[in-house]
């Protein structure tokens, strides 16, 4: 009724976590959920450089940690240099150089050269490599038509494909899958997007795990002699 109090209850959850075993993965976790993510759990605004810092230290004190390499394999563009996850992921023993997260991490240590593939064209459906002329600088962007922030990247782009095009090409990937085609179509009409564009809607999680995508918007610059760099360009503009 228009008179009626309303009362409600909180609930407040407050525990201590007991183990046996410190160096156990749930351990660890407790000690930094968010290990790789450069966020802190209580929303504090901390450098770079701590975080680093912090993530140097949990991977030597936690050398055998599941839970750190694998967290560590899914935040790799999280880190500003190659060097730097290296500082960490040199910290870890050999217990788990063999599973998927430890060879994604050296794959992506490794990897100086653009691989380049082969993807249909978003309307002629033909089949092209992603690099077509390599005397270019080229500038390879993974979107999708449901990205919201690849959406509101798109006129930095075009400011960057109308003062360098001449000597940068730059390149859409989609990832939308099979059922959002129309909608990628659509949204290149509909924006004037000037630049070629390209489906992976066909092998999504092998070109995902080949180009280390971890989120969207995603860009690659590959250099003439096919050495490549992922940057991103909003931090430019």
């Not at 109308?162 to 000597?167: E, P």
Request: charged share 25%; hydrophobic share 35%; with cysteine.
């Amino acid at each position: 009724n228009k008179d009626s109090l309303i009362r409600g209850d909180l609930i407040c959850a407050d525990f201590n976590l007991i183990v046996r075993d410190s160096s156990s993965d749930i351990a660890v976790r407790s000690s930094d959920p968010f290990f790789s993510w450069f966020m802190d759990a209580n929303g504090h605004e901390i450098s770079y450089d701590k975080h680093l810092e912090s993530y140097i230290c949990l991977s030597k004190k936690y050398p055998n940690s599941r839970f750190l390499v694998s967290n560590l394999a899914g935040n790799l563009n999280s880190y500003k240099s190659k060097d730097d996850i290296r500082k960490v992921y040199g910290n870890f023993s050999g217990k788990h150089k063999n599973t998927f997260w430890a060879k994604h991490i050296e794959q992506f240590l490794d990897k100086n050269t653009f691989q380049n593939s082969s993807l249909p064209t978003v309307f002629e459906n033909i089949q092209e490599k992603i690099i077509q002329d390599t005397s270019k600088y080229n500038l390879v962007i993974f979107t999708a038509s449901w990205c919201m922030p690849c959406i509101e990247e798109i006129p930095l782009l075009k400011n960057i494909y109308n003062d360098l095009g001449k000597n940068l090409i730059l390149t859409y990937i989609s990832i939308d899958n099979e059922t959002g085609i129309r909608d990628f179509k659509k949204m290149i009409m509909k924006k004037g997007i000037p630049w070629r564009s390209l489906f992976a809607y066909q092998e999504i999680k092998k070109i995902k795990r080949k180009y280390f995508i971890e989120a969207i918007p995603y860009s690659i610059l590959v250099y003439p002699n096919q050495d490549m760099e992922i940057i991103d360009v909003r931090k430019y503009s």
